[in-house]
């Protein structure tokens, strides 16, 4: 497609569950990172993948996140035994040159209770 | 963590003024991004300036750069009720290093 595409665009879970969060990036790029972001506040970096290997994973918070991008294109965020803190809009971008302005999606808006 | 540091928190300007935004950040930088956000879903990339430019424009936007004093500001010309969002800024000290992202300002353009 034409832009980041991020599935699904809410997820309401029950704490304790375990979620996946879907990221399509611009065909091509071999860049992708995901970032978090809580209300009021600027995007938080989790995680980067240059093609399909996670070149910087510095960012995730604890052991409960993981993340994969198997063929270097679709990537998923993985969440297990889900907290209420977790509750935030995570956000997709890819870029074809790394740094040099990123195009996000749209986020998944998730929602632990 | 978050490097970038905007000023102000929020902004509210009539339609046709000109709105400032500042930001200052920690560390040296190989460039520094600016990006826009609607209600709180995806960024939309507006502007790179890199370390060794001081100002760059694009259309009714106007960056410039202070490494000296690191800070950045973003001046968008004849706003619009449009231009309402929320504006960050974002620095990498280059390569593949991800983006590090300020906390932003809230533009408020009243009609």
């Known amino acids: 497609g034409a832009g980041v595409s991020q599935t699904p665009s809410n997820k309401v879970t029950e704490k304790g569950k375990y979620v996946e969060l879907r990221c399509d990036p611009i065909?091509?790029?071999?860049?992708l990172y995901w970032y978090r972001q809580s209300l009021g506040q600027g995007p938080e970096f989790l995680i980067y993948?240059?093609?399909?290997?996670?070149?910087?994973d510095s960012g995730l918070p604890n052991d409960r996140f993981f993340a994969v991008r198997p063929e270097g294109s679709v990537s998923t965020l993985k969440i297990q035994r889900t907290e209420r803190g977790d509750s935030a809009v995570y956000l997709c971008?890819?870029?074809?040159?790394?740094?040099?302005?990123?195009?996000f999606g749209s986020g998944t808006r998730l929602t632990v209770v | 963590s978050q490097q970038g540091e905007e000023d102000p928190q929020a902004l509210s300007i009539q339609e046709g003024e000109n709105a400032t935004m500042n930001c200052s950040y920690k560390?040296?930088?190989?460039?520094l991004q600016w990006y826009r956000q609607n209600s709180g879903r995806g960024l939309v990339h507006l502007i790179l300036?890199?370390?060794?430019?001081r100002e760059k424009h694009s259309g009714r936007l106007r960056v410039t750069l202070d490494t000296s004093k690191k800070s950045s500001s973003l001046l968008i010309t004849a706003s619009r009720a449009a231009d309402t969002a929320s504006y960050f800024c974002?620095?990498?000290?280059?390569?593949?290093?991800?983006?590090?992202f300020g906390k932003g300002t809230r533009l408020s353009v009243i009609a």
């Open positions: 971008a890819s870029s074809s040159t790394g740094g040099w302005g990123y195009t």
């Open positions: 065909s091509g790029h071999t860049a």
């Open positions: 993948f240059q093609g399909t290997g996670a070149a910087d």
């Open positions: 560390t040296s930088i190989n460039n």
């Open positions: 300036i890199r370390s060794n430019e």
């Open positions: 974002a620095t990498t000290p280059g390569g593949n290093t991800p983006l590090v």
